[in-house]
C-alpha cells in the first residue's frame, strides 16, 4: 500500500526534514511534491528536492497571493530551473480574489503567463483558485483545453469542477473534504470520475478528521484518501492504486514505480 501527497509544503512546515519523511513513510506515503509559491521559497523547494528525491519531488510557480513579486527575471529563474528532473509542474499558480492581497489585474495578467510558461514547457499546473472560478475559467479556455494538472485543494462549485474537468483538468481534494461542514465539497466529488481524481494535505494547513488541531504533514494524506475511499465506497486497495496512477498520468515527471 502506498500514498503521494500531490500539494504540500515543506518550507512552511518548520519541521525536521528527517521527521516529516518518518512520519511519511510510517503512513505508507512514499513520494511527496513540495509547493514552490514565491521567489523566496524557490530556492528551499529545490534545495528539498535536490537533496531528497525520488521521494520529494517540487514545483515553481508564483501564487496568486504574491503575484505582485512577478518579473521577467522570476520568470527565467522558473524557466531555468523547472526543466530540471526534479521538478514536475509549474505551481502554484491561479487567482484568489478572497484576500486580494495581489490587485486583480495582475493576478489574472501572471496567471496568463506562467500557464503560457507551462503550455511552452509541456508540463502541468496546479491551480489555486478562491472567489475567482468565472476567471479562472475564462483564463483557461484561451488555452483552448491544452493546459494538464489539476485544480488543488478543491472547494469550489459544481460548475467549476465541471468546466475544470471539460477542459482537461483534474480535481483535488484535501482535509477539508473530511470536515464536518462539508457536505456541498462531497457531493460535488461524487461527480468527479475517479480517474480524474487526486488526494493532497495542503500541509501545514487543513488537517483532515480525525487529526483535527495538530498541524498537518504529508504522511496525513492517507486520511484522506481513506475517508475518500469509504465515502465512495470502493475498495481501499483499489483507490489508492488509482491515485498512484492518476498522479502518474498526469504529471508524468514523477519517479515511482
Known amino acids: 500500500m502506498s500514498w503521494i501527497d500531490l500539494h504540500c509544503h515543506l518550507p512552511m512546515l518548520e519541521a525536521d526534514i528527517t521527521e516529516t519523511l518518518k512520519i511519511a513513510k510510517e503512513n505508507d506515503v512514499e513520494r511527496l511534491v513540495t509547493i514552490g509559491t514565491c521567489p523566496e521559497d524557490h530556492p528551499k523547494v529545490l534545495d528539498f528536492a535536490l537533496k531528497y528525491h525520488p521521494i520529494v519531488h517540487c514545483t515553481l510557480g508564483v501564487h496568486p497571493h504574491e503575484a505582485k513579486t512577478y518579473s521577467d527575471d522570476v520568470e527565467a529563474f522558473i524557466r531555468e530551473n523547472v526543466t530540471k528532473k526534479e521538478v514536475i509542474a509549474v505551481a502554484e499558480i491561479g487567482l484568489d480574489y478572497f484576500y486580494e492581497h495581489s490587485p486583480k489585474d495582475i493576478q489574472k495578467n501572471v496567471f496568463r503567463r506562467q500557464l503560457q510558461l507551462a503550455q511552452d514547457l509541456q508540463l502541468p499546473v496546479q491551480i489555486h483558485t478562491r472567489d475567482a472560478e468565472k476567471d479562472t475559467v475564462d483564463i483557461l479556455k484561451e488555452f ?17 469542477a465541471e468546466n475544470a474537468l471539460n477542459l482537461g483538468l483534474n480535481i483535488s481534494l484535501s482535509g477539508i473534504v473530511t470536515f464536518k461542514n462539508a457536505e456541498d465539497l462531497r457531493e460535488t466529488a461524487k461527480a468527479v470520475p475517479l480517474d480524474r481524481m487526486h488526494v493532497e494535505t ?19 494524506v492517507r486520511h484522506v484518501g481513506e475517508f475518500m475511499a469509504s465515502f465512495l465506497g470502493i475498495d481501499l486497495l483499489e483507490f489508492q ?13 514523477i519517479e515511482w514505480q
Not at 153 to 159: D, L, R
Not at 202 to 220: I, M
Open 241 to 253: 492504486k488509482q491515485m498512484k496512477e492518476n498522479a502518474l498520468n498526469t504529471f508524468t515527471k
Open 202 to 220: 495542503d500541509s501545514p494547513f487543513l488537517t483532515p478528521v480525525p487529526l483535527r488541531g495538530q498541524k498537518n504533514t504529508p504522511g496525513y
Open 144 to 160: 483552448g483545453g491544452q493546459i494538464k494538472g489539476n485544480i488543488h485543494c478543491f472547494t469550489g462549485s459544481p460548475w467549476l
